[in-house]
């Protein structure tokens, strides 16, 4: 759900793509944005006028050209989709394939880059398909040691997990609107460190051509006419980001997350993850043995109107994937969840204890 | 400005893109699309993610690669940039420049073709940098008399000038939703006919693939997160373009700029392109002598709050652009149009007959 203010926003009268009060409000957006992606002065931040897969391909398409060697560390179906855009570009790509259901250990990169260079490397944070956090701040050291540069998917763990663009030395990262930003999806916030500005390519798209955008948001020549409800709302959403305070937000998406996992853990539900390599923001939840996992998620969907993803790839029919981000990282959102979960298990004849999960995130919230 | 249903659809709450209500929402809109394009049975019609610029990379992304022979019809700022798109994706390009102000007469594309053949010929039907509609039915028809696939930018035309995609066989088309089409903008309106389906290239880009956007739209493979606030909102303003039908509606685009039209004669006021090669629903006003454009507009925005486009290219300085399309091509707008045009040309001393323009577009309602 997204949060009544930023609906609220989206509704405004439209403004022209280069009204005066348009522009100001893209100016503050690019220094919401700045600091929303912790990166350092002198970046470039600005959102493309597309979804988080815009983000992706125009980071890649800047960065990225015939011949440049890519070390892409796949641990799920995001992984591999920034390596095939990484290909599509015309890069030598090397995957380094790590389990699905589990994070990348540093180790194996820095081997990985010992064996072979690689001038850029490629990581998905907070991985949308199984529900695990790679330890980006690591893997950046062990890539910037090596002489590359980081590309960082920040899609589901922006706004909502720990992401520090200057500290950690990310050169480039990318995100969507529609998860822990809180705005409707639509547009892509991404950000070039000065690192990645100056080792930026040749671009043969003309949409996602960095210096056109460049032109567009800094220096305001006509480009694209800008989706003005799109920028009202993901403005509305980064002023309330600004106002709750980001280090907030990210410990509101960590207690909320622990609310959800004792409620599951009470019902005899598990995450497919480990404890530390779990995602707050989307929790892969493992479908009981003899449930079946569609008709569940239909149950959800028509009885309570809750919809949760399904499990992609080796891991369709074993998970459900649970998002627990933004306005709906919330209490309320959980005990909805828990009881519904509850309710549709039954409907099964899948045995739970009655109450047991809504009992113990009472606890766990009060805790 | 968006009509009030459009709006209030924007700002429903929004449903996961894999909703099935979502998902009957978009099969019915690649219907309204086919027939706002009057496209052949078998034609994919679908939406972008992304504004009209992304429409236009998404056609020629498809169509043209390296080596493709392309002659770019550039009668304005929008046929240079349709060049430059082919241009970056490989195509060898020839162009026919056209004066800006005047129609492409279909004798020079003959002309042209004889000289050199061509894969494609590419024509921007509504030029919005000069207000002249180009003869798209005899261009296309040079085309294929020639064996070349016809590309159109229907970027300001699509919902409010006759456009036949069957009729005049155009192979494929694309648009923006903000103009004629009368919703918000952030999505582009794309057609691709059985003959170009049947000539696609292979495509470099991952957001703008042809196959993985048939993929998703038809066989409904997750490819991006389509936004369902921008969804509802087109689907809405399709369904009113259905509602007023679409012929009435282009008849409606016609009497308004006529009513424009007598209004800015009895001012004093002219037009750029000769009448039969004007648009109806962006008319490029010739600015009088001894009147400073930009801050004639300036007033219009803060004392009117009435936007008009300034002159491109070679025509800075010498023409407004007023757009009078969708919702906005309505007696009302005029009249507030012709009586701020008043005001501010007399704030710079400039000698109107008092309220000339706005009895002689009352005249033209009326008649």
């Known amino acids: 759900m997204i949060s009544p203010r930023v609906m609220r926003a989206l509704a405004a009268p439209v403004l022209g793509h280069l009204d005066p009060d348009l522009l100001a409000m893209m100016d503050e957006m690019r220094d919401q944005l700045r600091r929303l992606f912790r990166a350092p002065e002198g ?32 641990t799920g179906y995001f992984g591999d989709r920034l390596a095939q855009v990484c290909e599509r570009y015309g890069a030598r790509v090397t995957r380094l394939e790590v389990e699905w259901g589990r994070a990348c250990d540093p180790q194996r990169v820095r081997e990985a880059l010992a064996r072979q260079g690689a001038d850029i490397v490629c ?30 998917d920040a899609v589901t763990s ?10 950690w030395g990310i050169d480039a990262a990318y995100s ?52 003005a409800s799109l920028v009202y709302a993901l403005h509305e959403a980064l002023t309330a980001i600004d106002e ?14 622990l609310v959800l996992t004792a409620g599951l853990e009470a019902m005899g539900l598990g995450l497919l993850p480990p404890v530390g390599e ?9 479908v009981p043995e003899g449930v079946d996992e569609a008709t569940a998620r239909k149950d959800l969907l028509t009885r309570f109107n809750m919809e949760v993803g399904a499990g992609l790839g080796p891991l369709a029919g074993k998970i459900w994937r649970v998002g627990i981000m933004g306005h ?4 309320q959102a959980i005990l ?14 899948h045995r739970v204890p009655p109450g047991a999960g809504t009992a113990a995130a009472i606890a766990a919230i009060d805790g």
């Not at 709906?328 to 209490?331: A, F, K, Y």
Request: glycine share 10%.
């Open 328 to 331: 709906s990282s919330s209490p």
């Open 176 to 227: 969507c609107t529609q998860k822990c930003v809180g705005a409707p999806s639509g547009m892509a916030p991404v950000a070039f460190a000065p690192s990645a500005l100056a080792r930026r390519v040749k671009c043969r798209s003309f949409y996602l051509d960095l210096g056109l955008l460049e032109d567009y948001w800094v220096r305001r020549k006509y480009h694209h006419t800008i989706s």
């Open 43 to 74: 970046s470039f931040a600005f959102a493309v006028s597309g979804t988080g897969t815009s983000g992706l391909e125009a980071t890649v398409a800047n960065l990225v050209q015939d011949g440049t060697r890519v070390l892409a560390i796949v």
């Open 123 to 152: 990581v998905v944070h907070a991985e949308t398909s199984t529900g695990v956090r790679n330890p980006v701040e690591e893997i950046a050291a062990v890539a910037h040691d090596a002489g590359a540069l980081i590309l960082v």
């Open 336 to 349: 909805l969840f828990l009881g519904a979960i509850e309710g549709v298990l039954r409907l099964q004849g």
């Open 244 to 257: 709750e305070g980001l280090e907030a937000r990210w410990a509101r998406h960590e207690r909320n997350h």
């Open 278 to 286: 779990r995602l707050w923001t989307l929790n892969a939840v493992r």
């Open 158 to 167: 922006l706004g909502g997990h720990p992401l520090e663009l200057e500290k």
